[in-house]
């Protein structure tokens, strides 16, 4: 079967289960496949697959027909203009999440020797992306989850970041060490009443921990905010991602620990997405 013929199967077979992006799913699949990129697919329609091949990107095009996240079936996933390695055992990286990205590389991009904490690191995309744009920092990154300190420790490797970056198996009640100017996380911010009217994709797949954040979603956000306190430097910031109607209890919880707020960051749909503070004590 040539690529052409192939495709159209495919693209059929997601486009009936109401997948939108079925066309370039499908090319992607493909793409990873038989590891040719996507101008060679596009251009040679005529070129005969291995009919090996053809059995694994059937398999593989059935995973996204069950709604598997594309990320996850190419183990990939672009964050900040970077590919990151990913699997189900760490939450994929959102466009959103850029915007705490952009905001730390703007305020600390011509400063030296930034000490950075990632708590909640998944992937480590958020560190990673910022000692990649800043050259004169180090950062260490800490999850629960041993697993997902194995993507972020491939991650690095992969980035050549090993000598200014650490990633640790830590609980955030229970790290101490250092003192940091940045503090950023991307917290489990979602109530867990709606965890289950989370769209298949995510809510089948995603890891559960990353996402729920207890019952008002704001369980583990308190805790990064009531330990940044001891953990960053007086002047330092806190970069942290919120979820939606959340800003006035962060805002008071905030106050109560003694940082004030600096910056509110809204993303593309206009929702505020991020809340920047600084430790004025």
Request: proline content about 2%; aromatic content about 16%.
């Given at each position: 079967m040539d690529i052409n013929n192939l495709l159209q199967e495919a693209s059929s077979i997601l486009k009936e289960k109401n997948i939108?992006?079925?066309k370039i799913d499908s090319e992607l699949i493909l793409s990873k496949t038989i590891k040719k990129d996507l101008s060679f697919i596009l251009a040679n329609g005529d070129f005969e697959i291995d009919p090996r091949e053809i059995k694994t990107y059937k398999d593989l095009i059935l995973r996204r027909k069950k709604n598997e996240p594309i990320a996850?079936?190419?183990?990939?996933?672009?964050?900040?203009?970077?590919?990151?390695?990913l699997n189900r055992n760490v939450l994929i990286p959102r466009p959103e999440t850029e915007f705490i990205v952009e905001e730390v590389i703007k305020k600390?991009?011509?400063?030296?020797?930034?000490?950075?904490?990632?708590?909640?690191t998944g992937s480590g995309c958020i560190l990673l992306s910022l000692l990649k744009n800043l050259e004169n920092s180090r950062g260490i990154g800490i999850d629960k989850s041993k697993k997902a300190i194995k993507i972020a420790q491939k991650n690095c490797s992969y980035l050549k970041l090993q000598t200014r970056s650490?990633?640790?198996?830590c609980n955030i009640d229970n790290f101490r060490l250092d003192k940091y100017d940045i503090i950023v996380s991307n917290p489990p911010y979602i109530c867990s009443h709606r965890v289950k009217y989370l769209s298949r994709d995510i809510?089948?797949?995603?890891?559960?921990?990353?996402l729920d954040g207890g019952?008002?979603?704001?369980?583990?956000?308190?805790?990064?905010?009531?330990?940044?306190q001891k953990l960053l430097k007086k002047g330092g910031h806190l970069y942290i991602e919120i979820g939606?109607?959340?800003f006035n209890k962060l805002s008071n919880i905030l106050l109560k620990n003694n940082f004030r707020i600096v910056k509110k960051v809204y993303d593309y749909r206009k929702n505020l997405r991020c809340i920047i503070s600084t430790k004025v004590i």
């Open positions: 939108q992006t079925y996850y079936i190419l183990k990939r996933k672009e964050f900040w203009s970077i590919d990151f390695n600390y991009r011509y400063r030296n020797a930034i000490n950075i904490l990632d708590i909640g650490k990633f640790i198996n809510r089948d797949y995603e890891p559960i921990e990353a019952v008002d979603g704001m369980g583990t956000t308190i805790r990064i905010v009531k330990k940044s939606e109607k959340q």
